[in-house]
Nanobody, 126 residues
């Protein structure tokens, strides 16, 4: 049974930082690209960042580029999202996802990903 479990969310003031973690189990972690998506109330789930299986390639949504960093530790089956200079518009539930497609076409699409975590709430106050 595949499980993705996120942690690290919370309440932070604008300009602050948070580090999200996602622990994966039940899947061949090295075979999967991993990603972070977010969903705010009343909005569509949107792509945040993705990382290729080895960690050598990453991609980001324009809205977080330069502020967020995705990374992974394949020895621990974990993926991280370091979020700096947070803004109120970053407030959302952040979800970890795993999928096999890291193509330029597929990696930022929620339909690409086979497995999802339950999410962790990030709230940024102004």
């Amino acid at each position: 049974q595949v499980q993705l479990v996120e942690s690290g969310g919370g309440l932070v003031q604008a300009g602050g930082s948070l580090r999200l973690s996602c622990t994966a189990s039940g899947l061949a972690f090295l075979n999967y690209a991993m990603a972070w998506f977010r969903q705010a109330p009343g909005k569509e789930r949107e792509f945040v960042a993705a990382i290729q299986w080895s960690g050598s390639s990453t991609t980001y949504a324009d809205s977080v580029k330069g502020r967020f960093t995705i990374s992974r530790d394949n020895a621990k089956n974990m993926v991280y999202l370091q979020m700096n200079n947070l803004k109120p518009e970053d407030t959302a539930v952040y979800l970890c996802a795993g999928g096999r497609d890291y193509s330029a076409v597929g990696r930022n699409l929620k339909t690409t990903y086979d497995y999802w975590g339950q999410g962790t709430q990030v709230t940024v106050s102004s």
